[in-house]
């Protein structure tokens, strides 16, 4: 069981460079979330989706778009990448599921822009 | 809008001493839950403890229980007994139940250190 995976692990690019960011999972839950870490900042959201085919932003989606096309897989992309996207990436997923609630979350990609 | 918010950046306790987190949040919603989540030096996020809004009994799990204070908004994690592998980030998370998202609301995470 594989849970939440994430691609690449770690990536160094170029500023103005186009970059997708993988995630899949094969819990089939329902909600899908992009969250970047950076210090002091705690988990900020992204982009999120309640199910295939939605999308919605989160409290910092500027320079970045999903796209939700089956329940498994929910890849971020940055347009055209900047230093300030330097941080690490987080994919999550979740279902509503009462006394369970959780979260899970992939293992990160740490993001190097210059 | 929802706010989470963990006051203190960085805390210590000695191995097999007690520890507790702070964390408060802000809602108008009735019905939520509220985690907290471990970030050991790997970076992978490991949920610790959940409790649910509507619940009046604190969750406990182990070694880790909460002090779940409603009506002060007021969410704290107790770690008993501490250990060297508690060492690690703790991020609070608050999620609504009401408007059909599934969106969680994290703060910014306590440092804690555990010393020999």
């Known amino acids: 069981i594989a849970g939440i995976t994430q691609a690449p692990t770690s990536q160094i690019l170029a500023a103005g460079r186009r970059m997708t960011l993988r995630c899949t999972q094969d819990?089939?839950?329902?909600?899908m979330y992009w969250y970047r870490q950076d210090l002091g900042l705690g988990l900020r959201l992204i982009h999120y989706?309640?199910?295939?085919?939605?999308?919605g932003k989160g409290e910092v989606p500027d320079g970045y778009s999903v796209s939700r096309a089956n329940t498994d897989d929910f890849p971020l992309t940055l347009a055209s990448a900047v230093p300030s996207q330097t941080s690490v990436y987080f994919c999550?997923?979740?279902?509503?599921?009462?006394?369970?609630?959780?979260?899970?979350f992939g293992p990160g990609t740490r993001l190097l822009v210059l | 809008a929802q706010t989470v918010t963990q006051s203190q950046p960085e805390m210590s306790v000695q191995e097999a001493e007690t520890v507790t987190l702070s964390c408060t949040y802000d809602?108008?919603?009735?019905?939520?839950?509220l985690f907290w989540y471990k970030q050991p030096p790997s970076r992978q996020m490991i949920l610790v403890i959940r409790?649910?809004?509507?619940?009046?009994q604190n969750a406990t799990e182990n070694r880790f229980s909460v002090n779940f204070q409603k009506a002060a908004k007021s969410f704290s994690l107790k770690i008993s007994d501490s250990q060297l592998g508690d060492a690690a980030m703790y991020f609070c998370?608050?999620?609504?139940?009401?408007?059909?998202?599934?969106?969680?609301?994290f703060g910014t995470g306590t440092r804690l250190k555990v010393l020999a």
């Open positions: 989706s309640n199910t295939a085919g939605t999308t």
């Open positions: 809602t108008s919603e009735s019905d939520y839950y």
């Open positions: 409790q649910e809004a509507y619940k009046q």
């Open positions: 999550a997923s979740s279902e509503l599921a009462g006394d369970q609630e959780t979260q899970y």
């Open positions: 998370a608050y999620r609504g139940t009401t408007s059909g998202t599934y969106k969680y609301i």
């Open positions: 819990m089939r839950h329902n909600a």
